[in-house]
């Protein structure tokens, strides 16, 4: 059965903005509250402020991205949120962009895959309590802290191509997706994870899709909804790849002949309630196990209180 989710759908400037959502998780249909990468407050913060404030609920990061925590790092972050939580959490990482990369690294990874390998590998014998020796290209590590495995910690990759759908097949227990359109979850991701999972005998990873969303409604234009909440995506060489692989025309000088197609192909879903209901059943039906909810696009152009009671109806309307 596919569940519902819902994205922090903005950089919290304080951590108690998180509150409604975690609210909103808490006592709805939803299952769990994710957030991705921010550069203000820091998501694992977030997370434990909220279970702090009373709201301790399923939490996942979708993804944070590797050059900044090491792999030591990544994995007290992980544990500190599902012990303070004391609910399941999945701990999603990324590689980010090679710009990214080489600002934060001095040069971009050769080979993401192998650096992605190496990453989970360190975080997750960690995780399960054993000591890591990793003559490691990228991490190198002799580690052994000997901590009491905590229960309910799920590893995710960030997953928008062939090859690390393979990878996460291999070594991940959830593959997270951002922006992808339901049939190319369907037609290529899913049998690269399954392809990886057979070659290491192992079970299919879950698959997470963000999904950015917006109800029709008088005087929004589905195409600005597109660039507010995604320009940043659409800018990046390897979102760019994803979306000309499902088919959807990329232009770089013309945004918005790339926010049309992605509206067209379901990569971002704008519609009524029942056309919202029909796109999530395409998601479902591609194999997606999660569904995330993202009105990033609703919140930063209309304010988070017409984002919240959007997520309600959605929830209340579609999920239950």
């Not at 590998?121 to 890591?132: F, S």
């Amino acid at each position: 059965m596919t569940t519902f989710s819902v994205l922090v759908p903005f950089m919290p400037q304080r951590p108690e903005q998180v509150l409604p959502l975690a609210a909103l998780v808490r006592h709805s249909a939803a299952y769990r509250l994710w957030q991705g990468q921010s550069l203000i407050v820091e998501p694992h913060q977030a997370f434990t402020y909220a279970a702090a404030s009373g709201f301790r609920v399923p939490c996942g990061t979708g993804v944070t991205l590797m050059p900044f925590r090491h792999p030591l790092e990544a994995a007290m972050q992980a544990r500190s949120v599902a012990l303070a939580t004391g609910q399941p959490m999945v701990a999603g990482f990324g590689p980010g962009g090679t710009v990214l990369q080489g600002s934060m690294l001095g040069a971009p990874y050769a080979s993401p895959l192998t650096a992605v390998r190496e990453y989970v590998t360190i975080v997750r014998a960690l995780l399960e309590g054993r000591p890591v020796e990793l003559d490691g290209e990228y991490y190198p590590a002799r580690l052994n802290m000997n901590w009491p495995q905590v229960p309910q910690i799920e590893l995710g990759l960030g997953v928008l191509r062939p090859g690390m759908a393979r990878l996460a097949g291999e070594i991940a227990d959830v593959a997270i997706t951002w922006l992808t359109p339901p049939g190319y979850v369907r037609d290529v991701l899913a049998p690269a994870l399954r392809e990886g999972a057979e070659r290491a005998g192992r079970t299919v990873p879950r698959v997470v899709a963000m999904v950015p969303v917006a109800l029709d409604a008088s005087g929004r234009d589905p195409v600005e909804l597109v660039l507010t909440g995604n320009s940043g995506h659409l800018s990046l060489p390897h979102y760019q790849d994803m979306l000309r692989r499902s088919g959807i025309e990329v232009d770089p000088d013309e945004p918005a002949v790339t926010a049309k197609g992605v509206l067209a192909s379901r990569a971002f879903v704008f519609g009524d309630l029942d056309g919202v209901r029909a796109a999530m059943a395409e998601y479902r039906e591609a194999g997606v196990d999660e569904i995330v909810l993202n009105v990033t696009g609703v919140c930063l152009r209309l304010g988070l209180p017409t984002a919240l009671t959007e997520l309600e109806t959605i929830l209340k309307e579609v999920a239950e």
